[in-house]
């Protein structure tokens, strides 16, 4: 009799475990064929970003100025952030969203100011000539195939840079207690001014000028 009790519990164990198993990995199929949407909005042209502090954004080349969003599908406690075009610059804000980032599609941007704590990201940006000053702030990404003839940039407070796979002519580099990494780009000429405990790795390709202090540190070749 208890031999019988002892099949049939561990019988009903069996089944139970079976059914949360399904249950737990059709909820994890479900997850992984998230459906999203886009949301987006058109922009005036402009030439220069502002983004106030904790504004993030990447930056993708687009004839049509607008901002976007990934989603999940009908969420509904989405909202742009306050921004603003104004003068020929966009004036954005932070988002006050955790599961989306914002999306860029512009052309034409020759400046870009990060005041605080932002992250930059470019997706195969393209750019004649393109100035960025950031502080306390991170900047990735990567440039189109047609490059950018001048990439000037100044990175204050703690910042870090990262750039690979980009055709760069020549790049005026300063930072102050900052962090820069360039390996991995086609570069002609890298002019760079390291204060207050800065870092630059990287790679040139033709010509390099060099200013530093005795508190930063580089490692910069051919």
């Given at each position: 009799m208890k031999t019988s009790k002892y099949i049939l519990i561990a019988f009903l164990i069996f089944i139970f475990g079976g059914l949360l198993s399904l249950y737990i990995f059709s909820k994890l199929h479900k997850e992984k064929h998230l459906e999203f949407t886009k949301v987006e909005e058109k922009l005036n042209n402009f030439s220069v970003i502002v983004a106030e502090e904790g504004a993030g954004f990447y930056l993708v080349p687009d004839s049509v100025f607008k901002i976007g969003a990934s989603l999940f599908e009908n969420d509904s406690s989405f909202h742009f952030p306050v921004y603003i075009?104004?003068?020929?610059?966009?004036?954005?804000?932070?988002?006050?969203?955790?599961?989306?980032?914002?999306?860029?599609?512009?052309?034409?941007?020759?400046?870009?100011?990060?005041?605080?704590?932002?992250?930059?990201?470019?997706?195969?940006?393209?750019?004649?000539?393109?100035?960025?000053?950031?502080?306390?702030?991170?900047?990735?990404?990567?440039?189109?195939?047609?490059?950018?003839?001048?990439?000037?940039?100044?990175?204050?407070?703690?910042?870090?840079?990262?750039?690979?796979?980009?055709?760069?002519?020549?790049?005026?580099?300063?930072?102050?207690?900052?962090?820069?990494?360039?390996?991995?780009?086609?570069?002609?000429?890298?002019?760079?001014?390291?204060?207050?405990?800065?870092?630059?790795?990287?790679?040139?390709?033709s010509k390099l000028y060099l200013q530093t202090d005795s508190t930063s540190n580089y490692r910069v070749g051919y």
């Open positions: 075009v104004e003068n020929d610059t966009l004036y954005i804000q932070a988002l006050n969203y955790k599961y989306s980032r914002l999306k860029i599609n512009c052309n034409s941007v020759n400046t870009i100011i990060g005041k605080s704590k932002n992250r930059i990201d470019f997706n195969h940006f393209a750019a004649d000539s393109l100035m960025i000053e950031i502080n306390n702030g991170e900047m990735y990404g990567s440039f189109s195939e047609k490059g950018v003839k001048n990439l000037r940039i100044k990175a204050t407070d703690n910042s870090n840079i990262n750039f690979n796979n980009s055709k760069i002519e020549n790049i005026e580099l300063t930072l102050y207690q900052s962090r820069a990494s360039l390996y991995n780009n086609d570069v002609k000429t890298l002019d760079a001014k390291l204060f207050n405990k800065s870092n630059l790795f990287g790679m040139v390709v």
